[in-house]
């Protein structure tokens, strides 16, 4: 029989492999939580990723503001600063809800699934429930395709698909001093989901996405233009790419940092994560544009044995470290819920 935390950990395994290596380090229980918490996120993401068509766009619509409701329900708030900044960001011809359909039962029993499950990780009153209201939102609106224009706007966007997650697992792996330690794991999220962007470009702009910056490309690069071929759209995107991983590598130094704040085996499965993702970066830094475009960069299992060789630093006491308020100057409304330590940097 497979109970939830056989499905959980199959989902880790099958689909977040740097984290499932990462997470043999972690004490049984918060590996549990942690895989748990994937398979929650990755079903939110699946549900607005599978989503090709505009009748499934809808569908997948409905289904993301249904939980939403649920999770409002059981804590009230004002919609998020982050929600109202990120609609301003879509394109595309916006999603028709007067077109809609009733959900199916079984679609309607996958929210309620997946409500029940958020809800046994974290309670309404959490900051990490919040965070997955963030997320949830970032999903829905990214179905009407983000035109993300300037870098504060990556940085919402990056905020909301994976710093949401930091907080979550901050949440999840006891966390000392949390308003502190906050800033921290939010930055490690932001800095993952830039490399996430800068690997996935091909991948991403076939299925219509563009994450790359406006600002950051001199023409109107499309993600069309850069799925057929074109040469100048192609430039363009790898010199925004290599820009892309300039600007994570100060984001991983903030996380890299923030691991102070964690438990002693918590610290070091998390400094494993950090590296083998940011090792991801820096082999795409280290390839040429042909290379790049030719095939998707990963970590091969030797080098996630020796990123973990160089993890064991983290292991080290360390001071509680000062965050860098730069870091999170555009961010500071969408921010505020978690209070100075994140909106402002102020510690």
């Known amino acids: 029989m497979t109970t939830p935390g056989t499905t959980s950990q199959t989902t880790l395994r099958q689909h977040g492999r740097s984290f499932h290596w990462a997470g043999r380090f972690l004490p049984a229980y918060q590996l549990q939580s942690g895989a748990q918490l994937y398979h929650v996120c990755r079903q939110v993401d699946d549900i607005a990723d599978n989503a090709t068509t505009n009748a499934e766009r809808l569908r997948a619509k409905q289904m993301l503001c249904l939980l939403q409701q649920g ?52 309670s309404p009153d959490s900051r990490a429930y919040h965070a997955m209201q963030d997320l949830i939102a970032t999903m829905t609106v990214d179905l009407s395709r983000l035109h993300l224009t300037n870098e504060s706007a990556l940085l919402h966007y990056a905020y909301g698909a994976a710093g949401t997650v930091g907080v979550m697992m901050c949440h999840l792996l006891d966390a000392k001093q949390p308003d502190r330690a906050l800033a921290f794991a939010i930055d490690l999220g932001i800095a993952m989901q830039m490399t996430n962007i800068a690997r996935d470009v091909l991948e991403d702009a076939h299925e219509g996405r563009l994450y ?22 192609r430039q363009q995107a790898w010199q925004a790419i290599q820009q892309l991983l300039i600007l994570a590598e100060h984001y991983y130094s903030s996380g890299w940092k923030g691991l102070a704040y964690l438990p002693t085996r918590a610290r070091l499965a998390i400094g494993i994560a950090l590296r083998v993702y940011r090792d991801i970066g820096r082999r795409i830094q280290r390839l040429d544009a042909a290379n790049y475009w030719g095939h998707r960069v990963v970590v091969p299992g030797w080098a996630k044995t020796y990123q973990s060789i160089l993890a064991l630093p983290a292991l080290a ?24 330590a994140c909106s402002n940097g102020a510690i």
């Open 71 to 122: 999770l409002v329900a059981r804590s009230p708030a004002e919609p998020t600063p982050l929600l109202m900044f990120l609609k301003d960001q879509s394109t595309d011809i916006p999603i028709d809800d007067t077109q809609t359909s009733p959900l199916s039962v079984a679609d309607r029993d996958s929210v309620t699934a997946l409500e029940t499950d958020i809800c046994s990780l974290f």
């Open 212 to 233: 790359l910056p406006a600002a950051w490309m001199s023409d109107d690069v499309t993600a069309d233009q850069i799925a057929a071929g074109d040469d100048q759209a």
């Open 317 to 340: 006491p360390a001071k509680s470290p000062v965050h860098d308020a730069s870091l999170h100057r555009s961010l500071g409304r969408t921010l505020a819920f978690y209070g100075t």
